[in-house]
Structures are given as C-alpha cells and as structure tokens.
C-alpha cells in the first residue's frame, strides 16, 4: 500500500513563499509522475504542477514563473517552492502520485492536503 505524507502548508502575507513536500512511501513498482493539484472552496480540484519519471514538467498558467516543482529519487519526495505567493493561491493542496504496475496499468494515490493561506 502506498502512502503519501505532505507538510509545509501554512500562513503566509502576499508577495512570501512557502515550500510544500511530500513524501511516498510503501510499495512503488514504479513512478510516472508526481505533482500537486490544489482546491479553493466552491472550486474544483485543479492541477499546479507535475513531473514526470523523466524529469519534464508542466505548470498551471497561473504559477508559471512563481512556482517551481522539484524531486528526489530517493527518498520519493516532490517538493513545490511557491514565490511570490497571492491571495488566490490560497487552497488545500493535495499531492498526487501516479503509479505504474506490471499488470494492472497505472493507479493515483493522493495526499490528506495541507492547506495553504496568503493573507495579509
């Protein structure tokens, strides 16, 4: 069973940064993506950024330039450095992984969330 630990949410003045992470653990036969998607109240659950097993990547329009995702192999970690951070950032942020198997395609595991505020 795989699992999926997030830290790094919190309060933050516009124009601050924070950095979230988010750790896999269990058993991966293999990883073809991690990434973060988030969810404002009343809104849908929207994608921030993703990368691949490859190492490419892809951002929402609206963080292009202020976010930036990043992970290590060992540990299976992603990490999402948030820059100049704005009132409509806020949200719960919830880290997806998509796994691979040998014979049954590929599944997603999500996160519990860590909420994100910009406020001032």
């Known amino acids: 069973q795989v699992q999926l630990v997030e830290s790094g949410g919190g309060l933050v003045q516009p124009g601050g940064s924070l950095r979230l992470s988010c750790a896999a653990s269990?058993?991966?036969?293999?990883?073809?993506?991690m990434g973060w998607y988030r969810q404002a109240p009343g809104k849908e659950r929207e994608l921030v950024a993703y990368?691949?097993?490859?190492?490419?990547?892809r951002y929402a329009d609206s963080v292009k330039g202020r976010f930036t995702i990043s992970r290590d192999n060992a540990p299976n970690t992603v990490y999402l450095q948030m820059n100049s951070l704005k009132p409509e950032d806020t949200a719960a942020y919830y880290c997806?992984?998509?796994?691979?198997?040998?014979?049954?395609?590929?599944?997603?595991?999500w996160g519990q969330g860590t909420q994100v505020t910009v406020s001032s």
């Open positions: 990368v691949r097993s490859g190492g490419s990547t």
């Open positions: 997806n992984l998509n796994v691979g198997t040998p014979f049954r395609g590929e599944y997603d595991v």
């Open positions: 269990g058993s991966i036969f293999r990883i073809n993506a």
